[in-house]
């Protein structure tokens, strides 16, 4: 036991629980990831509906998508969490069952923070969407219609790989983002990461090294996320070098014959 300043530490414990953590907090840990990925998929997939909804000549699809943004994105997430879960259930709207999927069984709160989570994302995302389809040159569009495709072929094969390379960046933000907030998850019972941790403290008492040990925990899986985005950005830039430089090279030997 260390005691700085009046701060009782126990280094022991501290050590113990942070190289070999309980099988309780590797299940929050896996919780945590589990969450966080499958609710940034279904926000890119249901963001990209939102951005092209935005970018629509429909006047009430745009203004649609754009209330939904707006209400999604000036609002906490731990306010929606709570109306999605608590306040449906207390208006005697809906209340979330266990789900039974084969073997697994998924808690009616763990369904309510996806949805949760997804929904709040695609709001973040279908901006990015759109600005990111924005900036993409029109002349782009317009060459892929007058080479005979659909609007969707030229969004799905020219636009999007293009707007790709802008999205990837703010991706990686949100995901970091969605990872820290799956901590706001065990208000409704979600035993994710900080919620294990949570529970463990109110057997231990050890609050400072346990929330410690929860902060270690998410730093690295945010650092593991940013050095693989930072992979992912090299690479892609790498890509666009080098399909710059080969129809340079083609022309300069075409020249030479």
């Known amino acids: 036991m260390l005691h ?8 022991d414990f501290f050590l113990r629980y942070l190289l070999t953590p ?3 907090i590797w299940e929050g840990l896996w919780v945590t990831i589990e969450v966080s990925l499958l609710a940034q998929i279904a926000g890119v997939m249901l963001g990209l509906l939102v951005g092209l909804a935005r970018l629509s000549n429909i006047t009430v699809i745009r203004l649609g998508a754009a209330l939904y943004s707006w209400a999604w994105r000036g609002t906490p997430v731990l306010v929606q969490l709570l109306i999605v879960y608590t306040g449906v259930a207390a ?3 809906y209340r979330y069952p266990d789900l039974v999927i084969g073997p697994l069984v998924v808690p009616g709160a763990l369904q ?3 949805i949760t989570l ?3 994302e695609a709001a973040y995302m279908g901006e990015i969407f759109r600005a990111a389809i924005q900036a993409i040159d029109r002349g782009q569009t317009d060459a892929a219609r007058a080479i005979g495709m659909r609007p969707w072929g030229a969004l799905r094969w020219v636009i999007l790989p293009q707007a790709a390379r802008i999205i990837l960046p703010p991706l990686g933000n949100e995901f970091t983002l969605m990872i820290k907030g799956t901590s706001l998850l065990s ?4 035993r994710e990461l900080f919620g294990t941790v949570q529970n463990i403290n109110s057997a231990t008492f050890r609050t400072f090294e346990l929330f410690l040990i929860a902060a270690i925990w998410y730093l690295a899986l945010t650092t593991v996320l940013s ?3 930072r992979f992912l950005e090299i690479r892609l830039s790498r890509h666009e070098r080098t399909a710059a430089t080969v129809p340079a090279n083609r022309s300069l030997l075409s020249r030479r014959v």
């Not at 208000?187 to 979600?190: D, Q, R, S, T």
């Open 91 to 93: 208006a005697g709207i």
């Open 4 to 11: 700085i300043g009046g701060i009782n530490f126990d280094l």
């Open 22 to 24: 309980p099988k309780s």
């Open 112 to 114: 309510a923070a996806l």
């Open 227 to 229: 050095i693989g985005q």
């Open 187 to 190: 208000v409704i019972g979600v």
């Open 118 to 120: 997804a929904l709040n």
